[in-house]
C-alpha cells in the first residue's frame, strides 16, 4: 500500500512514482492520465469532475489557460436560491470547496523545485519559500496550489504598507497577509496610557506588536502557534529594528507564566471550518479559539490591566453566531466592556453586489472591545 504522500501515474508504458505535496494535506488523485495542449476544455473538465488528476506535459500558459476554462465550466452551474443570509453563507463554502476539489486536478510536475515546462517562470524560490529547504528531488502538485505560491512570493517580496507604521510588512506563504487596514486603524487609535507590557496573541506577520511598540509600548511578547507565522513575525520585527522590544514566543495563545498590563488579540472572525490552513486566519470552529482566549485571558492580566479584542459582527450577519453569545461569552469569562470602538470595511467585497453574501458584508462592522 502506497504512503498517502506518493502519487502514482503511467507513462511511455512505465509506472512513476513522485512525492505528492498538498498544503490542505489532501490525497492525490487514485487515477492520473497525462494530458498535452492538444486537451479540449470540456474533456478536462468531464475527468476533474470524475476525480482524475490531469498532470500536463506542454506549454506552461497553456496549462494556465485550462485551469481557467475548468474554472469557468464550475462557476457556470446555477445557484439555488438562498432563503436566508445562513444557507447563502453554507451555499457558498460548498461551492468554494467543490471548485477546489475540480480545479486542484491540474497537475504539475516539479523536478528539484523546477518547473520544465515551456514558458514556465523560475518557481524555485517561491517554492522553497512555502515547502522548506527540504524540496523532494520529484514532486507532483496542483497548479492551483503553485500559483498560489507563486503569488505569495510576489506579495512576500513586495510587501503590504502599513500607514501606522510607514512601512511595509512581508507576509510568508500561509501566513495571512495585513491587507484589510481597518482593525490596524482601531488598535492604533484606540487609547492607550500607562501601559508597559502587551501581548500580541496569534501575533501571524507580528504587524500589531509593531504597532503597539511604535505607540510607546516597552515590551510586547508575540504568540502564535504556526511554525510559519513565527518565522514571519521573526523577520518583520528584525526588518523594522523592533527585536529589542518585542520577543516572538511559540505559544498555543498566552506565554507561560506571564502576564500583560495590555493582551490584544485579533482572532478568526467566522465561526466555521476551515480546509485549508491559510483560512485558520478567518474560521474558528464553534468559535473555539475566541472562547478559549476569553476564558483564559483574565489569568494572565496585571491588575487593571486591559484586554483588547478585534472582532468583526459579519458572523452576526450571517447568522452564526449572535451578540448575545458573545456579550455572554465576555461576561461569563469575568470580563466587562469598558468601551467598543467601531469602523467600517473599507475592502472590495464590502461594495461588490454580485457577492453572493453582500447583504452581510455590507453591513459589517470591525469593532475593537476595550475589556476589563
Not at 135 to 150: C, D, F, N, Q
Not at 209 to 224: C, E, F, P, S
Request: glycine fraction near 6%.
Amino acid at each position: 500500500m502506497k504512503s498517502q504522500n506518493v502519487i502514482s501515474w503511467s507513462e511511455k508504458n512505465k509506472t512513476v512514482e513522485a512525492t505528492w505535496q498538498s498544503e490542505a494535506d489532501n490525497p492525490p488523485p487514485k487515477s492520473v492520465v497525462v494530458v498535452d495542449d492538444t486537451m479540449k476544455a470540456d474533456a478536462a473538465y468531464k475527468l476533474a469532475c470524475e476525480g482524475t488528476g490531469l498532470l500536463y506535459r506542454g506549454d506552461f500558459q497553456n496549462a494556465k489557460q485550462l485551469l481557467q476554462a475548468i474554472t469557468r465550466r464550475v462557476d457556470r452551474k446555477p445557484i439555488k436560491p438562498a432563503s436566508n443570509m445562513t444557507e447563502a453563507f453554507h451555499q457558498h463554502r460548498a461551492r468554494q470547496i467543490q471548485r477546489a476539489n475540480i480545479t486542484n486536478k491540474i497537475l504539475i510536475e516539479l523536478q528539484h523545485g523546477k518547473c520544465d515546462l515551456r514558458r514556465a517562470p523560475d518557481v524555485k524560490q517561491a517554492v522553497a519559500e512555502a515547502i522548506g529547504d527540504k524540496v523532494p528531488a520529484k514532486m507532483v502538485l496542483s497548479l492551483r496550489e503553485l500559483l498560489g505560491m507563486i503569488g505569495a512570493h510576489e506579495w512576500r517580496k513586495k510587501g503590504v504598507f502599513i500607514d501606522a507604521l510607514q512601512a511595509n510588512i512581508h507576509a510568508h506563504f500561509g501566513v495571512y497577509s495585513p491587507v484589510r487596514g481597518e482593525y490596524l486603524e482601531l488598535i492604533n487609535n484606540a487609547p492607550l496610557a500607562n501601559i508597559k507590557t502587551a501581548f500580541d496573541i496569534g501575533t501571524g506577520t507580528g504587524v500589531v506588536a509593531a504597532i503597539l511598540v511604535n505607540r510607546g509600548v516597552k515590551q510586547v511578547v508575540a504568540t502564535d502557534n504556526n511554525p510559519r507565522a513565527l518565522q514571519c513575525a521573526t523577520e518583520n520585527i528584525q526588518a523594522l529594528g523592533l527585536t529589542q522590544y518585542i520577543e516572538i514566543v511559540e505559544a498555543d495563545l498566552f506565554p507561560t507564566g506571564k502576564k500583560a498590563d495590555l493582551i490584544v488579540c485579533n482572532p478568526p472572525w467566522l465561526p466555521a471550518k476551515a480546509n485549508a490552513p491559510i483560512e485558520h486566519a478567518i474560521y474558528d470552529p464553534n468559535s473555539q479559539m475566541l472562547k478559549n482566549f476569553l476564558n483564559g485571558v483574565k489569568a494572565h492580566l496585571n491588575e487593571g490591566g486591559e484586554v483588547w479584542l478585534i472582532l468583526s459582527d459579519l458572523a452576526e450577519h450571517l447568522g452564526l453566531r449572535s451578540r448575545e453569545e458573545l456579550n455572554k461569552w465576555i461576561a461569563n469569562a469575568g470580563l466587562s466592556v469598558i468601551e467598543k470602538l467601531d469602523i467600517q470595511p473599507k475592502h472590495a467585497k464590502a461594495s461588490d453586489q454580485s457577492d453572493p453574501l453582500y447583504l452581510a458584508r455590507s453591513k459589517e462592522i470591525t469593532s475593537l472591545y476595550r475589556l476589563k
